[in-house]
C-alpha cells in the first residue's frame, strides 16, 4: 500500500504564489511518474501537473502552463507544486497522485494511489 498525503494550501490573494507539497510513504516511488490534478465544485477532476520518474520530463496542462512548476525529490518521497502568479480561477481542491507508469500521463484513470487532497483559494 501506498500513502500520499498533500500540504501547503491555503487562502491567497490573487497574484500570489504558494507551494504544495506531497508526501509518499508505504512504498517507494521513485519508479512511477506523479502528477498533479485539481478539482473545482461542480467540475470534473482536471489534470495540471505531470513528471515521469526521475524528473528529465515535465508536463503541464495548458491552464497553468508558465505559472506552475511541478518537482519531486526522490529521496525524500515528496513531490512538490510550486503555484505562482495564482488566479481566482486556479480556485480548487488540488490532489497528488502516483501513475502506474514510469512515463508521463495525464489520464486520471491511469493513477492509481491518491492523496486526500489540499484546498487552495484564491481571492481576487
Known amino acids: 500500500q501506498m500513502e500520499l498525503v498533500e500540504s501547503g494550501g491555503g487562502l491567497v490573494q490573487a497574484g500570489g504564489s504558494l507551494r504544495l507539497s506531497c508526501a509518499v510513504s508505504?512504498?517507494?516511488?521513485?519508479?512511477?511518474?506523479m502528477g498533479w490534478f485539481r478539482q473545482a465544485p461542480g467540475k470534473e477532476r482536471e489534470f495540471v501537473a505531470a513528471t515521469d520518474w526521475n524528473s528529465l520530463n515535465r508536463y503541464y496542462g495548458d491552464s497553468v502552463k508558465g505559472r506552475f512548476t511541478i518537482s519531486r525529490d526522490n529521496a525524500k518521497n515528496t513531490v512538490y507544486l510550486q503555484l505562482n502568479n495564482l488566479q481566482s480561477e486556479d480556485t480548487a481542491v488540488y490532489y497528488c497522485?502516483?501513475?502506474?507508469?514510469?512515463?508521463?500521463?495525464?489520464?486520471?484513470?491511469?493513477?492509481?494511489?491518491w492523496g486526500q487532497g489540499t484546498q487552495v483559494t484564491v481571492s481576487s
Open positions: 497522485a502516483r501513475s502506474r507508469y514510469a512515463i508521463i500521463t495525464t489520464m486520471v484513470n491511469d493513477y492509481d494511489y
Open positions: 508505504g512504498r517507494t516511488f521513485s519508479g512511477s511518474g
